[in-house]
């Protein structure tokens, strides 16, 4: 196995499946790639009779004919996005002032962001403004951005709804500069990933208080069941991973202590008798 870094680029992405294409693999692996973005790559390993499963590569679970991906490895999206509004509808006790943050590079970060919206506004919360941003950037926008927001809305501003975490890896000194505490609002809430910094934050009790965590070890092995089956012929699992809403109340349990997402239902032993290990 070989891995092609995309170094966080739309051009990077398209070199590196090209340099994918060139070693004539026996499969591809497509981690935070868009289907959309790069349908001319993709149509290019479907012709070439190249089996493809993906992570994240948009808003459908499990096989795209469309883009020739066997199988997209993912949590349920909607599921995740409105599991995120809910708790932050209910965390301001019905009267959220919510500002989403999202990035329209990919389709899947769209559909995340506009069923958070839609969620909100069918409980009658109030969605302030939906903010377009890239992720690949929020090092350098988020903390103006952050500023700029609590200047316009002030204490109206009760939640924010990220499509991932990494939006808040960068708000934190801008709302303590602000004269904000870590728990104070507004309140971060992301729809995935459960990284490792959101569950530092997150036990910390500093600018986030929710995670709709994926399990990426889990999903990680099953890209390799879900590649397997691709290449034997086989159909794809039809698995679908579970997610989980990490607070400071249950920050310590399914992999916490490790800050991350990770099951103890033994799905390891289970992929090694599939695979005859």
Sequence with gaps: ALACSSAGSI????????????????????????????????????????????????????????SGVF??????????????????YTDAKGKP???????????????????????????????????????????????????????????????SLAINDLYFD????????AGKAGTDAPINVAAGDGSESAYQRIRAGQFQKVTVAEPLNLQGWQ???ELNRAIAGEKWSGYLSPLHVVTAD???????????FDPENGYRDQYKKIWGK
């Design 223 to 225: 890209l390799v069941d």
């Design 170 to 177: 960068f708000m934190g000194p801008s709302l303590a500069a």
């Design 97 to 159: 002032g919510v500002v989403i943050f999202t990035d329209s590079t990919y389709a899947i970060a769209i559909a995340k962001a506009d069923m958070m919206k839609a969620e909100i506004e069918r409980l009658g919360g109030k969605v302030l403004e939906y903010v377009d941003t890239p992720i690949a950037e929020t090092s350098q926008r988020m903390p103006q951005l952050t500023t700029s927001l609590l200047q316009k809305y002030g204490d109206a501003w009760t939640h």
């Design 71 to 88: 199988a997209n490895v993912s949590t349920d999206a909607m599921q995740v996005s409105t599991a995120a509004a809910d708790w932050a």
């Design 250 to 260: 249950n920050v310590e349990f399914d992999g916490g202590p490790k800050n991350a």
């Design 11 to 66: 051009g990077g992405r398209t070199a590196a499946f090209g340099q994918a294409m060139a070693l004539k693999p026996n499969g591809i692996v497509i981690n935070g790639f868009d289907a959309v973005e790069q349908a001319p790559a993709l149509e290019q390993a479907k012709a070439a009779g190249i089996p493809l499963v993906s992570w994240h590569a948009g808003p459908v679970i499990g096989p795209d004919e469309k």
